[in-house]
């Protein structure tokens, strides 16, 4: 197993900036998760350290070894595709064994890789099926275990759990970190669902447009956002977010909504934050676990109406309209509330987020 | 009372569908339309000379004979002769056209299908509009180009020529295939371990098999049936293919018809054969390679 590591690495096609001065260290047995919305780039990227297509600009380098040039082949990675891409005219078998077959390995080595890798993953009595007599499930695990006989040093894989349904997700999800658990293998995995990353990965690389906004454990992520699309991207339901300017009077800083007038006053920590941003304006965050709501005034809070109510029965959901924007709270299940009815939102102040109004930066205090 | 069923039901009189006995109809006659000109073909071969000229006409022969087939066959006859290396003309032209065709049309449908280049939506577009001409435009322009290459009277002008006319349908109806096949399949292979090359040889090609057995078909029966440039391209007669041959063959000596049944019959054989042979992959091409998944 070793490290990959990537420095300024560019993919363009012409004007159209695909991966963009992306930097990061995968250390030796970890477990990475790229993570964002369709289009980011995420998948570019794990083509470019699989070597599928040609970089633009930037290094690559795997164990130590810079792999720019060096065809996928040579790489020594393994990957696991989205819609699983075994090989439809082979058996199980032998879509385990191409791998080793590519490298000239003798018979007997073939048949003995072959078998561990079908016990690891309880596929041996599939060996003789075709893919298309298998079930999803089965088939995730084929490409697993394809991926496995090389013991590469790296494994990538493309939103593998994708294709699969709800519940199989779930499971299929603790089957791949125990995998990534007992091999100690070093994983870069793509996929646009938050939740995943979060769940398996020692650390998340948080993309948009092309962009590496944030790469860091997936609870220094949660805690501490660099910017509104990294809060409202991780998490769920999402951060909610709502622009207010800044006010000062004397030391009092206090944040002010232009739609209802009303104003919310600040800790002294929050104040430094608030008075550091660039236009005066910020993005208040909050999380809707760190919020509360009270049927009347109280300090610290502000004036919203209920929108709608979601029970779920562990915990009741109510989105409440503030200053213009729709603000997620939970509630506990026995708590009466309804749909228009005016009540009051109380922030956290040691646990609420501010961004720069401007450029969406978390505001750290001057 | 009331939950007793009726014991009676009322008859209901079903409509006679007119329109499914109509299609029946149409069907049939488009059968007899077909299979009888080829009924009475067979029928005439086996007539002798008088039996066949016979006016009213002889359905059924009342002497079969196989002597037509023995005469074409026979190799120790100038008949059998002739017949024999147009035979094998027509086989050789026909084969290679395939063959070519194949080797031709198999990297372009790929290279269509994966690759973005300039001029590639243009390419592929005037592929097919040579599709939209009949081939008999192009007959004065091809003479002459393959004069101008000293082609003229050799069997490449044919292969070059029918190459031109099926490579369109063919890369085509390939291209539909390999834009089916997802391209992981060949991303996986070549981290697996194969080149670019072996990827396509290995993994992609094969799944096309359906596509290239219909190409074959195509490519194979549209040269074997092919008159017009046959007969304008080659003018010596041990050139000659089957469908020229048989023609040229046959105004010599004052028609023959039952020989010229046998001989047309025996022509259409191999296609016959090839068809009902390959039947199977050519439904599944002209389906799988359709339709988008």
């Known amino acids: 197993m070793a490290e990959v590591v990537l420095k300024d690495v560019m993919k363009n096609y012409g004007s159209l900036y695909a991966v963009n001065n992306v930097s990061f260290t995968v250390e030796h047995g970890e477990f990475v998760a790229l993570v964002g919305p369709s289009g980011c780039g995420k998948t570019t990227t794990l083509n470019l350290i699989a070597g599928l297509i040609p970089m633009s600009g930037g290094d690559i380098s795997i164990g130590n070894c810079i792999v720019n040039e060096l065809d996928p082949k040579d790489r020594d990675i393994a990957m696991v595709f989205q819609n699983y891409a075994l090989y439809p005219n082979k058996s199980v078998f032998k879509n385990l064994a191409f791998p080793l077959q590519m490298r000239k390995l003798p018979k007997s080595e073939i048949e003995a890789k072959v078998t561990q890798a079908a016990r690891i993953l309880d596929i041996t009595h599939l060996l003789d099926r075709r893919p298309r007599e298998l079930s999803g499930g089965q088939q995730q695990r084929v490409a697993l275990g394809r991926a496995l006989v090389r013991d590469p040093a790296v494994f990538l894989m493309d939103e593998p759990l994708s294709n699969l349904d709800a519940k199989l997700r779930v499971a299929m999800r603790s089957e791949i970190k125990r995998f990534h658990h007992n091999l100690n293998a070093t994983v870069i995995y793509v996929t646009h669902d938050q939740l995943e990353a979060v769940t398996m990965a020692d650390k998340m690389a948080v993309m948009h447009g092309g962009v590496l906004q944030q790469y860091d454990s997936p609870a220094n992520v949660f805690a501490n956002p660099v910017n509104t699309f990294v809060a409202s991207f991780v998490g769920s339901p999402a951060m909610s977010l709502i622009s207010l300017e800044v006010v000062t009077k004397g030391t009092d800083v206090a944040l002010k909504s232009a739609e209802e007038g009303w104003e919310l006053p600040l800790s002294a920590e929050n104040a430094r934050k608030a008075t550091a941003s660039s236009q005066g304006t910020v993005v208040l965050g909050a999380r809707h676990s760190t919020l509360k709501i009270h049927k009347s005034q109280v300090p610290g809070s502000v004036p919203g109406r209920v929108y709608t109510v979601e029970p779920t029965g562990d915990v009741t959901f109510a989105q409440v309209f503030v200053s213009g924007e729709v603000v997620n709270v939970s509630l506990e299940p026995t708590f009466a509330i309804a749909p228009d009815e005016e009540v009051f939102v109380e922030f956290d102040q040691q646990r609420l987020h501010l961004f720069d109004g401007q450029t969406t930066n978390a505001l750290k205090a001057a | ?293």
């Open chain 2, 1 to 293: 009372m009331a939950a007793i069923e009726s014991a009676e039901r009322p008859v209901v009189k079903k409509p006679i569908d007119w329109w499914r006995w109509a299609g029946r109809a149409f069907l049939t006659f488009l059968m007899l339309f077909t299979v009888l000109p080829m009924a009475w073909m067979v029928l005439t071969s086996v007539k002798s000379q008088f039996a066949a000229m016979q006016y009213p006409p002889q359905w059924w022969p009342t002497e079969p004979t196989l002597n037509n087939y023995l005469k074409l066959l026979d190799p120790t006859n100038r008949v059998g002769q002739d017949f024999l290396r147009y035979f094998w003309n027509s086989f050789y032209v026909s084969l290679l056209t395939t063959i070519l065709g194949v080797v031709v049309a198999v990297p372009a449908a790929y290279a269509f299908s994966r690759f973005r280049f300039p001029g590639r939506n243009f390419l592929f577009f005037s592929v097919l509009v040579r599709n939209m001409f009949p081939a008999v435009v192009f007959l004065m322009p091809l003479f002459l180009l393959m004069r101008w290459m000293g082609l003229v009277n050799t069997h490449g002008s044919l292969i070059l020529t029918y190459l031109t006319f099926g490579l369109p349908l063919s890369i085509w109806l390939l291209k539909g295939f390999y834009d089916n096949i997802p391209i992981q399949l060949e991303q996986a292979a070549r981290i697996d371990g194969a080149t670019r090359f072996q990827a396509f040889l290995l993994i992609v090609m094969p799944l096309s098999t359906p596509g290239i057995i219909a190409t074959s078909i195509f490519s194979f029966i549209g040269a074997w049936n092919e008159y017009v440039y046959a007969y304008t391209f080659l003018s010596r007669d041990d050139q000659m293919t089957l469908p020229v041959g048989i023609q040229r063959f046959f105004t010599e000596f004052a028609t023959d018809w039952p020989g010229l049944m046998a001989a047309t019959f025996m022509m259409s054989v191999p296609v016959v054969v090839l068809f009902l042979v390959l039947q199977k992959y050519f439904v599944r091409a002209l389906t799988e390679g359709a339709v988008k998944h």
